[in-house]
């Protein structure tokens, strides 16, 4: 009993082609990652995921300004949006809410929801993330610049 890859002369015609094609697919893929990932560390690029959005809701402008500027001035993010009269659909209804966009290190995240939730009134605040997968590369160096790792 043979065990391994067939060879070409026990593979008909399409077998071998799809062969092929899948082992081109498979390299050309793991190259494109590996190539990406260098190139992003030797011309100094952004990293898909080394920063996040982090949304928090708040009852007014008064608690939102002060969780913005205790996040910036500790350094758990960059940059603070303070978004007015967002509407939100819960399952349970909640009053009439403000929401910052927070733009940080993803590795800060946790740090950033332990402070918000030392600090808002809201029993259970809402904090969540999502990395930031593209942008624009000054930008986003700004962002590791302000928030240190």
């Known amino acids: 009993m043979r065990i391994g890859l067939p060879t070409a002369e026990t593979l008909q015609g399409g077998s071998l082609k799809a062969l092929l094609l899948v082992s081109v697919l498979f390299m050309f893929q793991l190259l494109r990652t590996v190539g990406l990932r260098a190139f992003s560390m030797a011309s100094e690029t952004y990293t898909s995921g080394t920063h996040s959005a982090a949304f928090v809701t708040c009852p007014n402008d008064t ?4 969780l913005a500027r205790g996040i910036v001035e500790k350094k758990l993010a960059a940059c603070v949006n303070i978004v007015p009269a967002i509407k939100s659909m819960y399952l ?16 800060k995240v946790p740090a950033l929801a332990e402070y918000v939730r030392s600090n808002h009134p809201y029993e259970v605040a ?3 993330s ?5 942008g624009n590369p000054p930008y986003l160096k700004w962002i590791g610049d302000i928030v240190p790792e």
């Open 63 to 66: 608690v939102a300004r002060d």
């Open 130 to 134: 999502l990395p930031i997968d593209q």
């Open 126 to 128: 809402e904090v969540i």
């Open 92 to 107: 349970i209804k909640w009053k009439g809410s403000m929401s910052e966009m927070i733009k940080t290190r993803s590795s």
